[in-house]
T-cell receptor
């Protein structure tokens, strides 16, 4: 069965304290991995797409990396406005077309 | 600005009642999706549509119905057969390209509760 697991479930950081979020997956036919940010009461906001092992993408304080079994979202010198839930999703080719399977997310809180 | 509009933001359903959630996009995207989000669970796919007048069941389609009469619109009806409808419902859309590996873009959701 295709599975996506995110860890930790929750993370509390001090402002400026860098860390990484993990997304591990066991799927067949991976076609891409997506990272999203979700604020309370809002829909997920697209951050990155990663297609192949070794690929990296950056946006401001965020950098996403991908290996054959997992992806990391590195947060460098975070600020309070980075507080949100971060979701990863894998895109799998099925008989019915492409399908996204989501992890349960990491809830990040950045404090002053 | 282009985007996805979901309405209403909050919705209450009485027992035995059907309710319809609206989703409209002006991104000129071909594909549209409905997800359900519950606390502690990942987003789960209810229905999706890759073209007008065609749609497919997702992982949890029982108790739900959809239509796709226009490219811009993909309404979701939560029927009385859905016994646990309380959740946050998210609509998404994406471009349909040859490799179909485009990111999905989401609306801001509708929170449905039972009276």
């Amino acid at each position: 069965e295709d599975q996506v697991t995110q860890s930790p479930e929750a993370l509390r950081l001090q402002e400026g304290e860098s860390s990484s979020l993990n997304c591990s997956y066991t799927v067949s036919g991976l076609r891409g991995l997506f990272w999203y940010r979700q604020d309370p009461g809002k829909g997920p906001e697209f951050l990155f797409t990663l297609y192949s092992a070794g690929e990296e993408k950056e946006k401001e304080r965020l950098k996403a990396t991908l290996t054959k079994k997992e992806s990391f979202l590195h947060i460098t010198a975070p600020k309070p406005e980075d507080s949100a839930t971060y979701l990863c999703a894998v895109n799998i080719l099925t008989g019915g077309g492409n399908k996204l399977t989501f992890g349960t997310g990491t809830q990040l809180k950045v404090e002053l | 600005d282009g985007g996805i509009t979901q309405s209403p933001k909050y919705l209450f359903r009485k027992e035995g009642q059907n309710v319809t959630l609206s989703c409209e996009q002006n991104l000129n995207h071909d594909a549209m999706y409905w997800y359900r989000q519950d606390p502690g669970q990942g987003l789960r796919l209810i229905y999706y549509s890759q073209i007008v007048n065609d749609f497919q069941k997702g992982d949890i389609a029982e108790g739900y119905s959809v239509s796709r009469e226009k490219k811009e619109s993909f309404p979701l009806t939560v029927t009385s057969a859905q016994k646990n409808p309380t959740a946050f419902y998210l609509c998404a859309s994406s471009r349909k390209t040859a490799d179909s590996n485009q990111p999905q873009h989401f609306g801001d959701g509708t929170r449905l509760s039972i009276l």
